[in-house]
């Protein structure tokens, strides 16, 4: 029970300090920069699908701070990526994944472990998580350009979103089972 307390509090301590760390210092710098722009991370990741499409043959682009092309909702920024002349999608903030690694490093951190096999296991976890994401991203552009949007709604809201979270279960299981602070029964 003892340990159970100390995994949601660190957990949440964690969770919440990452958290209030990334959107109240490093986006709302961007968000409220005159003019808004994008932020790094997300212009990565809207770097990184053009260069996924490029190899699978599509002539992909970005432009960039597409938000100010036209009205958007405040503090609202985007990259946005063509294949060829066709719009495939905007990434925004939310699309860079980083509230996905906040929850995978707030699940590793929470339940504990050695430090040595963390050193190893977190940056392999946030590479898994990232790849995941451009691969994600790269398909929902897919599904606008080659499919006429059709379904993207059901695939970025919910299929996606699923395969996402699941990914990131699954390596807090890994790490649980191989690598966490758990006491193994005596043979």
Known sequence: MKSAAFFV??????????????????IHKYDTAEPPQTDPITRFVSYQ????????????????????YYATEDEQTMDTLYFGNEYALSVEEGCNSISNI????????????????MLWFIPMGL??????????????????????????????????TAIIYGAIFL??????NQYGNTKKPEA
């Open 9 to 26: 509090l660190r957990f949440l301590l964690v969770y919440a300090g990452l958290t209030l760390l990334y959107s109240s210092w490093f």
């Open 102 to 117: 906040i929850i995978f490093l707030a699940f590793i951190i929470g339940f504990g472990g050695r430090w040595k096999n």
């Open 171 to 176: 390596l807090w299981i890994w790490w649980i």
């Open 49 to 68: 699908v053009r260069y996924a499409a490029d190899l699978i043959g599509y002539d992909a682009s970005v432009l960039e701070d597409h938000q100010w």
């Open 127 to 160: 590479a898994f998580i990232h790849v995941a994401n451009v691969g994600r991203i790269l398909l929902l552009g897919v599904i606008n350009v080659d499919f006429d949007g059709s379904g993207f709604h059901f695939f970025h809201k919910y299929l996606f």
